[in-house]
């Protein structure tokens, strides 16, 4: 009997030990769970951080080279994009809409602007996804593609009549010319767009759709007829 009491005392004491250890394990358990969470919330929020920055980034890439009003490239992302094509076969053509002025003069230059855009979705679904595609200035639309293009196809779809408000349509003329290369020597940029642009001002003079240039690296194969 006299060890009983010891013996109750120390399973007292042991278990009291016992049940600290234990809530103290699990208080320990706890935090360092919220720590992992904790941890866990900042890493997404740091990468949902740097994500954001990283669209704004290509956003604001995006907005630097694409113009405004029409949607395409502008000079500084079309320059280059074009120059390489030319290294390959590849027909580089300039569009010019006729009497664009008056149409800005008679319904105003929104309307104006929103003649050019739906000129340019014209083109882009006319020509595909791999045409490159670029505002030059004005009314004036550069366009690099495969060789093989209908080009009298591509102005009829551009020259269908637009609907710029509820109630007004116009008629669009456009000029087209063409500038075509093997690629063999590669032609420098400059003198692809000064032969296209000749080309172009003569389909205008003679009042056709389009005109190849003259000089081109390969022959166009089908010439249109003149008015």
């Given at each position: 009997m006299r060890n009983v009491l010891p013996t109750?005392?120390?399973?007292?004491?042991?278990?009291?030990w016992i049940a600290d250890r234990v809530r103290n394990e699990r208080a320990l358990a706890r935090e360092r769970r919220s720590r992992r969470l904790?941890?866990?919330g900042q890493r997404e929020r740091h990468r949902r951080e740097l994500d954001e920055l990283e669209r704004r980034h290509r956003s604001d890439i995006a907005e630097?080279?694409?113009?405004p009003v029409t949607g395409l490239a502008n000079r500084r992302a079309w320059e280059p994009t074009v120059s390489a094509r030319l290294r390959a076969p590849c027909e580089l053509a300039l569009l010019d809409l006729d009497d664009f002025k008056r149409i800005n003069d008679t319904h105003g230059h929104a309307a104006g602007d929103q003649l050019l855009n739906i000129v340019a979705r014209r083109l882009r679904r006319a020509l595909g996804p791999d045409a490159a595609l670029?505002?030059?200035?004005g009314d004036e639309i550069v366009m690099a593609v495969r060789p093989?293009?209908?080009?009298?196809?591509?102005?009829?779809v551009v020259t269908a009549d637009v609907g710029i408000t509820e109630t007004t349509a116009v008629r669009v003329g456009a000029s087209i010319g063409v500038f075509r290369t093997d690629g063999q020597p590669a032609p420098g940029l400059a003198h692809a767009l000064r032969s296209a642009d000749t080309a172009m001002y003569r389909a205008?003079?003679?009042?056709?759709?389009?005109?190849?240039?003259?000089?081109?690296?390969?022959?166009?194969?089908?010439?249109?007829?003149?008015?």
């Open positions: 109750a005392v120390t399973a007292v004491v042991l278990g009291c904790a941890l866990a630097a080279l694409t113009d670029g505002r030059v200035g093989g293009v209908d080009w009298a196809r591509v102005a009829a205008k003079r003679l009042g056709v759709d389009w005109q190849p240039a003259a000089g081109s690296h390969s022959e166009v194969a089908m010439l249109p007829r003149a008015a």
